[in-house]
T-cell receptor
Framework: GAVVSQHPSWVICKSGTSVKIECRSL??????MFWYRQFPKQSLMLMAT?????????EQGVEKDKFLINHASLTLSTLTVTSAHPEDSSFYIC???????????FGPGTRLTVL | GDSVTQMEGPVTLSEEAFLTINCTYT??????LFWYVQYPGEGLQLLLK?????DKGSNKGFEATYRKETTSFHLEKGSVQVSDSAVYFC????????????FGKGTLLTVNP
């Protein structure tokens, strides 16, 4: 149980285009999901907290207009990287909180490469 | 604010060796403590957790005990395998409805045959 999926697992795009990444909780409902970014050989950097039915809460220094988050249902949150540039290339990981616990379950990650 | 300090790697062991990865924390309130493991190119997997003092989390031969008196949550395994090679993250949440994780920097473990 408590499986989280991400789609796509990897994506290559041209500079200036937008990319959408989906995060789904497959066997549970999640009112809260998180989006992280991870650079090589580093820990995870929290980008934003996604709450179902409300606006996302962004961490300091994260551009909300660049990283659009939508948590449209209890099982789906999306991250859209708008007008992507090479510096946005990274490994993006989502997580979902299992209700009635404080445990985050992580997706397998999406590797974004912007050319 | 909350923080997690874990031993820096990399850690290199031979198969069947004993593993300890130290983790200490600073937190207000009553945190829950976690160990996550990340295999190359993958997301994080929950390895074990403990939600209150003196709780012991265990999974796949790994164990960690929530020690409030020493603010520690050290990860141990009696006999490591090559397949245990990964990055291990110690983390905490603030408890209650605060689900945000505070991570340590991660420890790379390499197990050689």
């Amino acid at each position: 149980g408590a499986v989280v999926s991400q789609h796509p697992s990897w994506v290559i795009c041209k500079s200036g285009t937008s990319v959408k990444i989906e995060c789904r909780s497959l066997d549970f409902q999640a009112t809260t999901m998180f989006w992280y970014r991870q650079f090589p050989k580093q820990s995870l950097m929290l980008m934003a907290t996604s709450n179902e039915g409300s606006k996302a809460t962004y961490e300091q220094g994260v551009e909300k207009d660049k990283f659009l988050i939508n948590h449209a249902s209890l099982t789906l949150s999306t991250l859209t990287v708008t007008s992507a540039h090479p510096e946005d290339s990274s490994f993006y990981i989502c997580s979902a909180v299992l209700a009635r616990t404080d445990t985050q379950y992580f997706g397998p990650g999406t590797r974004l490469t912007v050319l | 604010g909350d923080s997690v300090t874990q031993m820096e790697g990399p850690v290199t062991l031979s198969e069947e060796a004993f593993l300890t990865i130290n983790c200490t924390y600073t937190a207000t309130g009553y945190p829950s403590l976690f160990w996550y493991v990340q295999y190359p190119g993958e997301g994080l997997q929950l390895l074990l957790k403990a939600t209150k003092a003196d709780d012991k989390g265990s999974n796949k031969g790994f164990e960690a005990t929530y020690r409030k008196e020493t603010t520690s949550f050290h990860l141990e395994k009696g006999s490591v395998q090559v397949s245990d090679s990964a990055v291990y993250f110690c983390a905490l949440t603030g408890g209650g409805s605060n689900y945000k994780l505070t991570f340590g920097k991660g420890t790379l473990l390499t197990v050689n045959p």
